[in-house]
């Protein structure tokens, strides 16, 4: 098959599933996975798709956000580098604001022994924590389809109530100029009421969401820690290092 078959091949079962494996793409043109990964970098390159994590997905506008399954599927090496990294931040009596998400959740293998108290706003992290022996607590508010954050005017409620020695926290996108943002306004305001009530604060963020922007500002560089990997750009890195500080933990 040739090059602009394959690309074409590729796109079109894109266009039918939104995110495809590479196994899945091997299999359906018959090249090479090395073949397959050239042609994922040229079509990324091109603003055709987004490469992911074994795969590649379509890419998604400023008030788009991918469905919780597919991003755990993404980057999974840096996720529970930056799990473990936020972990050792954690010390026992601490109340930890843990928010909804696929990086929050890599924390939590690395806090079972802990003597701490959650707050969450996540599905998954609930799930995750079940069975831990982790006290936790719950925002009320309405559960988001794609993410399985619970938001909305419940959620702002719910949250006022508390004060954290520590808030940890998902984002979408990290920019110099623009700050920290995520697509939907509901969650951005839950985010931002998380580091308003924290002692601490810390944004999770592989080295895909640096020098991205989404649709809703959550807060300023400043008014959280950075932790990310040395896969991301290090002329990124030292430009968000002129607004905030950043961690920079090996991936």
Do not use: W
């Amino acid at each position: 098959m040739l090059t602009d078959q394959r690309h074409e091949t590729i796109l079109a079962l894109l266009n039918q599933s939104k995110t495809v494996r590479l196994a899945d793409l091997t299999e359906a043109t018959g090249a090479s996975e090395s073949t397959i990964r050239r042609d994922l970098t040229d079509l990324e390159k091109q603003k055709k798709l987004k490469r992911i994590h074994g795969g590649a997905s379509v890419i998604t506008g400023k008030t788009e956000e991918a469905p919780l399954q597919e991003r755990t599927l993404r980057d999974q090496g840096e996720k529970i580098v930056l799990g473990k990294a936020a972990a050792d931040l954690i010390s026992d009596h601490d109340t930890v604001f843990l928010d909804a998400g696929s990086t929050t959740a890599a924390i939590i293998p690395y806090i079972t022994d802990r003597n701490i108290t959650v707050v969450t706003n996540g599905l998954n992290i609930i799930t995750a924590l079940a069975g831990t022996g982790i006290k936790t607590y719950v925002l009320g508010g309405h559960v988001k389809s794609g993410t399985h954050a619970f938001v909305g005017a419940g959620a702002i409620a719910s949250i006022q109530a508390y004060q954290f020695d520590k808030a940890f926290l998902g984002m979408n996108s990290v920019d110099a100029e623009f700050g920290y943002s995520t697509p939907d306004p509901e969650e951005a305001l839950i985010k931002k009421q998380a580091l308003d009530r924290a002692a601490e604060s810390y944004v999770l963020a592989d080295h895909t969401k640096l020098g991205e922007t989404s649709f809703s500002k959550v807060a300023s560089l400043d008014e959280a820690t950075l932790i990310t990997t040395d896969k991301a750009d290090r002329e990124l890195v030292d430009e968000i290092s002129r607004e905030t500080r950043v961690e920079v933990v090996t991936a």
